[in-house]
């Protein structure tokens, strides 16, 4: 038995070949624009809405959805002849959602309210799909930003997004004109993360720990476990030329503000909704809600981000990279699934794909990169609409391999480094 | 004759200041592009998950008071649209004249594929009048 278990893992290993049964390659890579070296298959397909996806050290796919199928909200996928390709699935979960990870032998999902826990069994299953343990129950769910994306740490805590129901804090939400309200009474109970412990049942506000605030929408984090500190991709704000049309022009609007990432401690404050960060002034800018002009400074007190991408391009996930499969380059860099901009029209949108930030000490070493392109089928988006695939989750296999889910068709794409 | 100068003087500054107070006249599609496109698109396709698309949707091509009614007040329901749910919070456009919300919805109402019947100023005036 113990024979099995070590030639299983050596399969697993040396990407199956070991096993007579080899990984079927894709001569068109999945569609996908890859840096050279880069290969990619479609592990699974037609799931429908998949959002955050989590891989076992088999190799199975749990995926979870924010659109049923059948009935089901998480869907388990496996490939039974080791080719790569999943050829089971079995559903389970009645709930739509966002988040899903694999910690310590138990997988965790979340609804839009509440963070569930299975205990898995023989083979990473289930052992209860159908009884699982309400850990966080209750979180604020009101129409925006209601997924509660979430990450875990090595100290058995779950750290949550819950979401502001809101763009700007505005009196009339995305009304042209309409200021802030002074001070933000979304604040207090959204926008921003909250840390949970993992093994305790029906937790609520009061039972945790309020970790950040001033994030209006993060639906992209992972645990650094180098620098052992979370970091999150923001969702910057939208509509700045919709709400003051005098102050910023279509174009501004399309380009600020910045998609920011953020390193989290205990107490940080990003400062949502009184301020935006300018990607191309590199400043903090006052949020026109509260009296900017897209040019005054924010004084008050907000980190600063670790990296600003450009606007509206929508991060639905990151992960920091940790396997041995890709080039040096790459290890323990940070990969964000861009799903792809609305609010840029009637400028073209930007965003579908997957991209990369080198990291060392903890730190960016270099400038941010496209990693992964072609999701969208198309040279030029008008409308998100038209894509045919947009990145939402990230997750790494035992193997190295980088797994990108598509809530479009429900496409889940393996990537592998294959050059020898 | 000094009289008629200045009368026609006086007449071309009036036309030219009724002129500057009043804009031009926008179309439907130029109203679309202001106050809808960023979140509906420019094809009029929404955007998944976010935004509801305007086609192919009874929302749009059916009830004009409904419509009418929806685009005067906003929405910040979580209802299904044709069975999709839409996250993003619809502003109250009540600040545009009866004449620009029948002007946008007829164009809405006959493009991207849409085929249904025109809204008029009237129609706007009368559901206005029932949610004060």
Same mark, same amino acid.
């Given at each position: 038995?113990?024979?099995?278990?070590?030639?299983?893992?050596?399969?697993? +290993?040396?990407?199956?070949?070991a096993?007579?049964?080899?990984?079927?390659?894709?001569?068109s890579? #999945?569609?996908?624009?890859?840096?050279?070296?880069?290969? #990619?298959?479609?592990?699974a397909?037609?799931?429908?809405?998949?959002?955050?996806?989590?891989i076992?050290?088999?190799?199975? +796919?749990?995926?979870?959805?924010?659109?049923? /199928?059948?009935? /089901?909200?998480?869907?388990?996928?496996?490939?039974?002849?080791?080719?790569?390709?999943?050829?089971?699935?079995?559903?389970?979960?009645?709930?739509t959602?966002?988040?899903?990870?694999? /910690?310590?032998?138990?997988?965790?999902?979340?609804?839009?309210?509440?963070?569930?826990?299975y205990?898995l069994?023989?083979?990473?299953?289930?052992? @209860?799909?159908?009884?699982?343990?309400?850990?966080?129950?209750?979180?604020?769910?009101?129409?925006?930003?209601?997924?509660?994306?979430?990450?875990?740490?090595?100290?058995?805590?779950? &750290?949550?997004n %819950?979401?502001? &129901?809101?763009?700007?804090?505005?009196?009339?939400?995305?009304?042209k004109?309409?200021?802030?309200i002074?001070?933000?009474?979304?604040?207090?109970?959204?926008?921003? =993360?909250?840390?949970?412990?993992?093994?305790?049942?029906?937790q609520?506000y009061?039972d945790?720990?309020?970790?950040?605030?001033?994030?209006?929408?993060?639906?992209?984090?992972?645990?650094n476990t180098?620098?052992?500190?979370?970091?999150?991709?923001?969702?910057?704000r939208?509509?700045?030329?919709? %709400?003051?049309?005098?102050?910023?022009?279509?174009?501004?609007? #399309?380009?600020?503000?910045?998609e920011?990432?953020?390193?989290?401690?205990?107490?940080?404050?990003?400062?949502?909704?009184y301020?935006?960060?300018d990607?191309?002034?590199?400043?903090?800018?006052?949020?026109?809600?509260?009296?900017? @002009?897209? /040019?005054k400074?924010y004084?008050?007190?907000?980190?600063?981000?670790?990296?600003?991408?450009?606007g509206?391009?929508?991060?639905?996930?990151?992960l920091? &990279?940790?396997?041995?499969?890709?080039p040096e380059k790459?290890k323990?860099? #940070?990969?964000?699934?861009?799903h792809?901009?609305?609010?840029?029209?009637?400028?073209?949108?930007?965003?579908?794909?997957?991209?990369?930030?080198p990291?060392?000490?903890?730190?960016?070493?270099?400038?941010?990169?496209?990693?992964?392109?072609?999701?969208?089928?198309?040279?030029?988006i008008?409308?998100p609409?038209?894509?045919?695939?947009?990145?939402?989750?990230?997750?790494?296999?035992?193997?190295?391999?980088? &797994?990108?889910?598509?809530?479009?068709?429900?496409? =889940?794409y393996?990537?592998?480094?294959?050059?020898? | $004759?000094? !009289?008629?100068?200045?009368?026609?003087?006086? $007449?071309?500054?009036?036309?030219?200041?009724?002129?500057?107070?009043q804009?031009? !006249?926008?179309?439907?599609?130029?109203?679309?592009k202001?106050y809808?496109? *960023?979140?509906?698109?420019?094809n009029?396709?929404?955007?998944?998950?976010m935004?509801?698309?305007?086609?192919?949707t009874s929302?749009?091509t059916?009830? !004009?008071?409904k419509?009418? !009614?929806?685009?005067?007040?906003? *929405?910040?329901?979580?209802?299904?649209?044709?069975?999709?749910?839409? *996250?993003?919070n $619809?502003?109250?456009q009540?600040?545009?004249?009866?004449?620009?919300?029948?002007?946008?919805?007829t164009?809405?109402?006959?493009?991207?594929?849409?085929?249904?019947?025109a809204?008029?100023a009237?129609?706007v005036?009368?559901?206005?009048?029932?949610i004060?």
């Open positions: 038995m113990k024979t099995l278990y070590y030639l299983f893992i050596l399969c697993l +290993i040396s990407g199956l070949n096993c007579g049964q080899s990984l079927k390659q894709d001569a890579n #999945a569609e996908l624009k890859l840096p050279s070296g880069f290969t #990619a298959i479609k592990a397909d037609g799931l429908g809405e998949a959002r955050h996806i989590a076992t050290s088999d190799g199975d +796919i749990f995926v979870k959805l924010s659109k049923l /199928k059948d009935g /089901k909200g998480i869907y388990l996928l496996q490939d039974v002849n080791k080719d790569g390709h999943m050829d089971k699935t079995s559903g389970f979960g009645n709930y959602g966002t988040g899903i990870y694999i /910690k310590d032998g138990y997988l965790y999902a979340s609804s839009d309210e509440d963070v569930y826990r205990k069994g023989a083979n990473n299953k289930p052992v @209860d799909p159908n009884h699982p343990e309400k850990i966080i129950a209750g979180l604020i769910s009101r129409h925006e930003h209601e997924a509660k994306a979430f990450t875990l740490d090595n100290d058995g805590n779950v &750290y949550v %819950i979401g502001a &129901y809101s763009n700007s804090c505005q009196e009339r939400d995305r009304s004109g309409s200021m802030g002074q001070p933000c009474p979304i604040l207090d109970s959204a926008a921003g =993360i909250w840390e949970f412990k993992t093994n305790i049942a029906n609520s009061d945790g720990v309020h970790y950040a605030t001033g994030l209006r929408n993060v639906v992209g984090l992972d645990w180098q620098t052992n500190s979370l970091f999150v991709m923001q969702h910057g939208d509509q700045l030329h919709d %709400i003051f049309p005098d102050l910023f022009t279509e174009q501004q609007s #399309a380009e600020l503000p910045a920011c990432m953020y390193e989290l401690h205990n107490g940080s404050n990003c400062g949502w909704p301020m935006y960060y990607q191309i002034q590199h400043k903090k800018i006052l949020a026109p809600e509260y009296g900017g @002009d897209g /040019k400074e004084t008050g007190d907000a980190q600063d981000p670790v990296v600003a991408f450009p509206h391009m929508a991060p639905n996930d990151l920091f &990279y940790t396997g041995d499969m890709f790459y323990n860099g #940070a990969f964000i699934a861009f792809g901009s609305w609010n840029r029209a009637p400028e073209p949108q930007k965003g579908f794909f997957v991209a990369f930030v990291f060392k000490d903890g730190k960016p070493s270099g400038d941010w990169e496209i990693f992964a392109d072609g999701f969208s089928g198309k040279n030029e008008a409308s609409g038209d894509a045919e695939h947009r990145p939402c989750g990230l997750a790494q296999g035992l193997d190295g391999s980088l &797994y990108v889910s598509d809530d479009v068709k429900g496409t =889940i393996r990537i592998m480094y294959t050059a020898k | $004759m000094r !009289k008629i100068i200045v009368c026609t003087c006086i $007449m071309a500054f009036i036309a030219v200041s009724a002129q500057k107070q804009p031009a !006249k926008q179309s439907g599609s130029e109203l679309y202001q809808c496109l *960023s979140c509906h698109q420019v009029g396709s929404g955007v998944p998950r935004n509801p698309p305007l086609i192919k929302y749009v059916g009830d !004009k008071k419509l009418i !009614k929806w685009v005067l007040q906003g *929405s910040v329901e979580n209802v299904p649209i044709d069975g999709n749910y839409y *996250s993003n $619809m502003p109250a009540n600040y545009l004249t009866d004449q620009q919300i029948a002007d946008v919805l164009y809405i109402r006959s493009s991207f594929g849409n085929k249904a019947s809204v008029t009237a129609e005036k009368t559901v206005r009048a029932s004060k």
